[in-house]
Nanobody, 125 residues
């Protein structure tokens, strides 16, 4: 599956952004989907994941209550709604996919097989 992330940009603290990830190739519903981010000078970290049918979600503690992951299997698209953004949310955000036989709650990057190119989110204070 090929993944294309979009929607990043510059936003003030307290603002909102919605990221999208368009998938092509194999049936989108075959995959657990996740969002990761890599802040400047730091390692890639888990943000959120969603099961193949959207029925279950899992979040990093740092974004719980502020970010919402969702998917539209009919449109082959993954979303990340980000509200109440903070400067520490500044990062390159990546979408990723793994076969739906793997657990959506296993947040390790190594469990994901496919990655998008990343989209930059910058939150100013």
């Amino acid at each position: 599956v090929q993944l294309q992330a979009s929607g990043g940009g510059l936003v003030q603290a307290g603002g909102s952004l919605r990221l999208s990830c368009a998938a092509s190739g194999r049936p989108f519903s075959s995959y657990v989907m996740g969002w990761f981010r890599q802040p400047p000078g730091r390692e890639r970290e888990f943000v959120a994941a969603i099961s193949w049918n959207g029925g279950s979600t899992y979040y990093a503690d740092s974004v719980k209550g502020r970010f919402t992951i969702s998917r539209d299997n009919a449109k082959n698209t993954l979303y990340l709604q980000m509200n109440s953004l903070k400067p520490e949310d500044t990062a390159v955000y990546y979408c990723a996919a793994k076969p739906n036989l793997r657990s959506y709650s296993d947040y390790r990057p190594g469990t994901y097989d496919y990655w998008g190119q990343g989209t930059l989110v910058t939150v100013s204070s």
